[in-house]
């Protein structure tokens, strides 16, 4: 545990950051000014359901996205500079080096033409400046590092030539390769089956302890996150709606979002509920968002008249423990 | 029990033949995707069917409905062997017996309104006669899993993925049938829906005496919705027991490992577990370990394991599971 983030030991910085999509029907307010600080060393979980925002708005921290139709505004800090403001050569050499990205499927990562030794060295001949030969001895060293069996022998054979669970070893392989400050993984674990899912995880953890990064989850699986996050942020419409260290959040959730999504979960054991909480109804659709809560309309609690009206600001009540909410919640409440 | 088994499959195997490349096409092999299964599912109860991709649950739920043809092996059903019988007699048991599928974008024809899409099998069956009556029963039907009955003239992309799964199961709803098989129902489906479909099952179980075969890889989800559960590895299945039998005293060392390796939405458990990671990965069913199929993982391996191959036998009241740990072998 790394505890929360100060501004002063931030890696990252990410500060009022907003991304809109041109669409035929108007824009599409994807990710709508989320601010947030990632620790050196930590683990920060952004979960939420499709269409959160949650993937679009670490895509936009080395603008991954295209532009147009994307339009990003707000500031990235990472290495004393804005990222969003950065050249593309300034971006280039951020990219893959200094913050790297696991994707969530290894199969359309990897490029299924380019042997598994070629697509590990590009970066580091790029990034590092390495002869084809020292690129290659590293390579080796980095599949040994997550586990792939013989790693020198396998250096020359193609994506399908390996099996799901080795082919996202190979894609954190990959994201390893110039030793970032920064990992986002990227749903990195969903594809996969439960006990491969369980071994990815444990690498990732032992790889971050060796080798001090900070990373970046994204997922939406709350189980995943139990187990590996120091800090969680929630999204929801494109916002961060609560925030908090993982023990605070999921023991004293306060936005009804959090609460919801805890409560539907199935817990495995031996006491099961009648029937599952389920939130009603479905996410707002981008395009319209509501004037107030996007929450609103699926809210169970919707107590303050402001709700409606007004969007709520992320306000902290706890430490290190932020929500956005008009009413304030808590585990006890009706 | 088996006096109120409503399904009972027995040595189910379905192989698909790996042919040579060139002209002659020779059979050179078989992929053994489902290898020997069996289990009883009770009247109005749910089976859950766990086990993780290419085990071959998917391959048994189809079987079962001779969606694919069994290589061998007896599946019968209210007593009669459905796999003997002919194309007639297959289509009148299809009345009783329904699929939902995982993926309610690709199992819904993108061309036909909602309203059609269920109204399909009372047309095939020659269920409900007449346009008008059809289309009260479809109106029914959309009722009874909670949508509006004037859904009925819109088009599957117009709904999200939690609605098309409840028109997925309004349309295994129509023939009226006792048993459905539902092969990962809400795995491509956000966490706030997967509770609302879950839900929606279970009361459809409770106020139309549903039987469920429930095929899943989620085991928290399939805890949640089985009275049984059975964990299949590699075209097997590997251990069976009731949900809280399995949950509380799981036999076989798979079985263990899978619990194990479930995420558990509570940090401070997730902190205090201690995970079995498994080497390696699942063999290829074309080519399956000599002896028992978890042999090349299983971290309790010992000598007769890898020669002699473990049946399922009782491990408790009614909890059967195959491991040598448990049939004597081991001193």
Redesign the interface.
């Known amino acids: 545990m790394t505890g929360a983030a100060t501004s002063g030991e931030a890696v990252l910085s990410v500060r009022d950051l907003t991304v809109r999509f041109g669409t035929k029907r108007g824009p599409a307010r994807v990710v709508n000014g989320i601010s947030y600080d990632l620790a050196a060393g930590e683990t920060l979980a952004i979960v939420g359901?499709?269409g959160s925002g949650k993937s679009v708005s670490v895509l936009s921290l080395m603008k991954l996205i295209p532009e147009p139709p994307g339009k990003i505004d707000g500031e990235v800090i990472f290495r004393g500079r804005d990222l969003v403001a950065a050249s593309e050569a300034d971006l280039q050499a951020v990219r893959g080096n200094h913050m790297a990205m696991i994707f969530q499927d290894p199969m359309t990562s990897l490029n299924p033409v380019m042997t598994i030794g070629h697509q590990l060295t590009e970066p580091m001949e790029h990034h590092l400046d390495l002869s084809t030969t020292d690129a290659r001895t590293r390579a080796v060293d980095l599949l040994e590092l997550v586990g792939i069996p013989s790693a020198a022998r396998r250096l020359d054979d193609y994506p399908h030539q390996f099996?799901?669970?080795?082919r996202q070893r190979v894609v954190i392989a990959m994201g390893l390769a110039c030793d970032p400050e920064v990992l986002i993984a990227d749903e990195a674990t969903t594809a996969l089956?439960?006990?491969?899912?369980?071994?990815i995880?444990?690498l990732v953890q032992r790889l971050q302890e060796q080798l001090g990064m900070a990373v970046i989850w994204i997922t939406?699986?709350?189980?995943?996150?139990?187990?590996i996050?120091d800090r969680v942020l929630v999204m929801y419409a494109g916002r961060i709606v609560e925030e908090g260290l993982?023990?605070d959040l999921?023991?004293d959730p306060r936005h009804p979002y959090t609460l919801?999504?805890?409560a539907?979960?199935?817990?495995?054991?031996?006491d099961?509920p009648e029937?599952?909480?389920?939130?009603?109804g479905?996410p707002p659709d981008p395009i319209v968002l509501p004037p107030g809560c996007a929450f609103w309309d699926r809210c169970t609690y919707r107590l303050d008249a402001a709700c409606r009206s007004d969007v709520p600001e992320l306000r902290t009540v706890a430490p290190g423990h932020k929500v956005a909410t008009h009413y304030d919640i808590t585990a006890e409440s009706p | 029990m088996s006096d109120t088994a409503i399904l009972q499959v027995d040595d189910l195997r379905v192989h698909f033949p790996v042919r040579s490349k060139g002209i002659l096409r020779r059979h050179v092999n078989d992929v053994k995707a489902v290898d020997g299964v069996s289990f009883d599912v009770q009247r109005g109860q749910t089976l859950g069917l766990v086990g993780?991709?290419g085990c071959g649950k998917t391959t048994t739920g189809l079987a079962i409905l001779r969606l694919v043809e069994p290589t061998s092996g007896r599946v019968h059903f209210d007593g009669r062997d459905v796999t003997e019988f002919d194309k007639r007699e297959l289509r009148a048991i299809r009345k009783r017996m329904a699929m939902i599928f995982q993926d309610p974008y690709a199992s819904l024809n993108p061309r036909m309104s909602i309203g059609s899409i269920i109204a399909e099998p009372l047309e095939i069956h020659g269920l409900v006669p007449g346009r008008a009556a059809r289309r009260n029963r479809v109106g029914e039907l959309l009722e009874l899993v909670g949508l509006s009955p004037d859904f009925r003239n819109r088009y599957p992309h117009e709904f999200?993925g939690?609605q098309r799964q409840r028109v997925g199961i309004a349309r295994a709803l129509a023939t009226e049938p006792d048993f459905i098989v539902a092969d990962e129902p809400i795995a491509a489906l956000?966490?706030?829906?997967?509770?609302?479909i879950?839900?929606l099952m279970?009361?459809l179980q409770d106020e139309l005496g549903l039987t469920y075969l429930f095929i899943a890889?989620d085991?928290?989800?399939v805890?949640?919705v089985s009275d049984r559960i059975a964990v299949m590895y590699l075209g097997r299945v590997v251990e069976v027991a009731d949900r809280?039998t399995l949950?509380?005293d799981p036999k076989h060392p798979y079985t263990k490992?899978?619990?194990?390796?479930?995420?558990?939405?509570?940090?401070?458990?997730?902190?205090q577990r201690r995970?079995v990671?498994?080497e390696g990965?699942v063999p290829s069913p074309i080519d399956p370990p000599e002896g028992c199929n978890f042999s090349t993982r299983c971290p309790d391996r010992f000598e007769p394991c890898t020669t002699i191959d473990p049946s399922l036998r009782a491990v408790g009241t009614s909890h059967e599971a195959a491991c040598h740990l448990y049939d004597g072998k081991r001193r």
């Open positions: 359901e499709s099996s799901g669970g080795m089956d439960v006990t491969t899912q369980a071994q995880v444990e939406h699986d709350l189980g995943v996150v139990a187990g996050a993982v023990d999921y023991a919801g999504l805890l539907s979960l199935p817990k495995p054991g031996a099961r029937t599952l909480f389920s939130i009603p479905l | 993780e991709s999200s939690g956000d966490v706030s829906i997967q509770a609302q879950m839900n279970e009361a890889h085991l928290a989800a805890q949640h809280v949950y509380e490992a899978l619990l194990s390796a479930v995420p558990v939405p509570d940090p401070v458990l997730e902190r995970r990671v498994l990965d």
